[in-house]
């Protein structure tokens, strides 16, 4: 069983590509042992200009999709 060491524990790193990020946290398992896992999103001004983020992405937005992916992976490694 895995658990985050703090359920407001802040992201180990972050990348961001026009409005695609990644976000990069790290989990501890009960033997201490840390693992990381990334989010992969974006965000979008809806028509009253409030901020919204979203999972979906558009045939153009998906290049910068793999460019988050791939730096987060990269930095991933780095922590191995």
Same mark, same amino acid.
């Given at each position: 069983?895995?658990?985050?060491?703090?359920?407001?524990?802040?992201?180990?790193?972050?990348?961001?590509?026009?409005?695609? %990020? $990644?976000?990069?946290?790290? *989990? !501890?398992?009960?033997?201490?042992?840390?693992?990381?896992?990334?989010?992969?999103?974006?965000?979008?001004?809806?028509?009253?200009?409030?901020?919204?983020?979203?999972?979906?992405? %558009? $045939?153009?937005?998906?290049? *910068? !999709?793999?460019?988050?992916?791939?730096?987060?992976?990269?930095?991933?490694?780095?922590?191995?």
């Amino acid at each position: 069983m895995t658990t985050q060491t703090d359920k407001n524990q802040a992201p180990v790193h972050f990348y961001k590509i026009g409005p695609v %990020s $990644a976000t990069i946290w790290e *989990n !501890v398992t009960e033997d201490g042992k840390s693992y990381y896992h990334t989010t992969i999103g974006r965000t979008y001004q809806d028509q009253d200009g409030n901020w919204k983020s979203s999972s979906r992405f %558009s $045939a153009h937005e998906l290049l *910068n !999709v793999a460019k988050v992916a791939e730096r987060a992976e990269a930095f991933i490694a780095t922590l191995d």
